[in-house]
């Protein structure tokens, strides 16, 4: 094998750092992937019944508010204009989400005014008035009251996770917004959009440079192939992208994640439900969400006879199911620090992305923990022959 780098995994993270190694210090990159297609979990392609892009890994939307990130990933693909906007369904009435004032007053058949507003949410969160919640029961009644966490949160995450809200992390729901205006955009980032010819489009222009070969459907473990873990680990720098338990055979234990089922159905009519992305709060609902892609991209001329949907089934994933949520238990935190310590003395190879430091990733934090990894380790390594070995920075 003729490379001077070999990337485990083809996603944000791992063709990020391809494609910083092979442009500025013309190194030859080998990336391989055990899936049939580049592009990780952010991979889509087009229905072949309507013409839809479908995201393959469940909706994925892009939002930044890094300039680093910005301007490196418009070197790839422009960005629609598409602002995220959620809603959800709670006893057969749609509500906006995440929570703003049009939620708060449509629930309480009210109109108060923010400061109103403020004050009645205080109220029905005194239970928990200066406390400092560290689960997420706790931190949902704080941020909206007993009323609105029941309706909206407390069903939804129960499905989504299976896990008493009491045992999760604060964190988990600290990411979703509360406004007491009628602000209803998803997300707060400065830089938001959808890559206007889609995301394989985005990934390929990334791969693209005479330095980067991609090996498709190999998988880093398969030893009867050349470019493995016993092949290459030790001969050639090495970016795992791959899970981190399975590196190290499982030997600290697994690590727990949620998968997602997806529920695909092309239906003969034009517009199922007006809006990408519905939630369905309500505990006797068994999906969490239904996605309708078409909605993604309103700029396209799609046909208007037909549409995708997709619910969302969550569940535990299993061995042999897609890893996509870390669950992040006491238990899975440490033997996480067990797995880090593993890391560290593995000379030569280092661990990035989601499943590599088993950490929930936007796009955008991959791609800007993949710069950050060029920049610390990957280029004083090739150009001043610092050792490369993984902590710091990137966990
Ligand atoms: P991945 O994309 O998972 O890529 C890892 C790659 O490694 C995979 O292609 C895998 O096949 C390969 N691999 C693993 N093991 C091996 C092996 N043994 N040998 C060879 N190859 C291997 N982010 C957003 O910014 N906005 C969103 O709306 C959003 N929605 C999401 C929805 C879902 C359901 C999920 C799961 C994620 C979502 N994300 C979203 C996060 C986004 O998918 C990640 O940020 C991104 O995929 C991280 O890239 P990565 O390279 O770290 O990992
Ligand atoms: N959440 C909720 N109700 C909602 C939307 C989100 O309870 O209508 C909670 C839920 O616990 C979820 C978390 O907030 O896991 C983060 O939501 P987000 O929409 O960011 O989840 P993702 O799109 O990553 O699945």
């Known amino acids: 094998?003729?490379?001077?780098?070999?990337?485990?995994?083809s996603g944000f993270f791992g063709l990020t750092v391809a494609e910083r190694a092979a442009k500025e210090l013309g190194l030859k990159?080998?990336?391989?992937?055990?899936?049939?297609?580049?592009?990780?979990?952010?991979?889509?392609?087009?229905?072949a019944q309507t013409g839809i892009e479908v995201h393959r890994y469940g909706a994925h939307?892009?939002?930044?508010?890094?300039?680093?990130?910005?301007?490196?990933?418009?070197?790839?693909?422009?960005?629609?204009?598409?602002?995220?906007?959620?809603?959800?369904?709670?006893k057969g009435e749609v509500f906006p989400l995440p929570i703003n004032l049009g939620t708060i007053n449509q629930f309480f058949r009210a109109n108060y005014s923010p400061s109103e507003a403020r004050t009645l949410i205080e109220e029905q969160a005194g239970e928990l008035a200066g406390t400092d919640p560290q689960n997420l029961n706790d931190k949902g009644i704080q941020l909206i009251g007993r009323p609105l966490y029941e309706a909206f949160i407390?069903?939804?995450?129960?499905?989504?996770?299976?896990?008493?809200p009491k045992d999760l992390p604060a964190g988990i729901i600290s990411r979703l917004p509360v406004r007491y205006t009628y602000d209803n955009r998803y997300f707060n980032d400065t830089y938001e959009g959808l890559p206007t010819n889609g995301y394989t489009a985005w990934i390929e222009r990334m791969a693209d440079h005479p330095n980067i070969s991609v090996q498709l459907n190999t998988d880093f473990f398969d030893e009867s192939?050349?470019?493995?873990?016993?092949?290459?680990?030790?001969?050639?720098?090495?970016?795992?992208?791959?899970?981190?338990?399975?590196?190290?055979?499982?030997?600290?234990?697994d690590l727990s994640w949620r998968t997602i089922d997806f529920e695909e159905e092309v239906l003969e009519v034009g517009d199922f439900q007006g809006t990408s992305v519905v939630n369905y709060n309500d505990a006797d609902v068994p999906f969490t969400r239904i996605i309708e892609p078409r909605h993604f991209h309103p700029e396209r001329n799609y046909q208007t006879e037909k549409t995708v949907i997709m619910r969302e089934f969550s569940r535990f994933a299993e061995k042999g199911d897609e890893p996509y949520y870390p669950i992040n238990t006491e238990a899975d935190r440490a033997k996480l620090l067990a797995y880090r310590d593993l890391a560290k003395s593995e000379?030569?190879?280092?661990?990035?992305?989601?499943?590599?430091t088993y950490k929930y990733l936007d796009m955008h934090m991959a791609i800007g923990s993949a710069l950050s990894m060029f920049d610390n380790k990957i280029k004083p390594h090739f150009e001043g022959g610092e050792a490369l070995v993984s902590g710091g920075v990137d966990e």
């Open 154 to 164: 407390k069903h939804y995450t129960g499905k989504q996770w299976q896990t008493d």
């Open 61 to 90: 939307l892009f939002h930044t508010s890094n300039k680093r990130v910005w301007d490196y990933v418009n070197q790839f693909t422009t960005f629609t204009n598409y602002v995220h906007r959620v809603y959800g369904v709670h």
């Open 225 to 253: 192939q050349p470019v493995s873990k016993g092949n290459v680990v030790g001969n050639v720098p090495v970016v795992y992208t791959g899970p981190v338990d399975r590196y190290f055979e499982y030997k600290e234990g």
């Open 29 to 47: 990159v080998t990336v391989i992937d055990r899936r049939h297609h580049i592009g990780g979990n952010a991979y889509s392609e087009d229905d």
């Open 347 to 356: 000379n030569s190879v280092l661990f990035g992305g989601r499943l590599g």
């Open 1 to 9: 094998m003729d490379a001077d780098l070999v990337v485990v995994g």
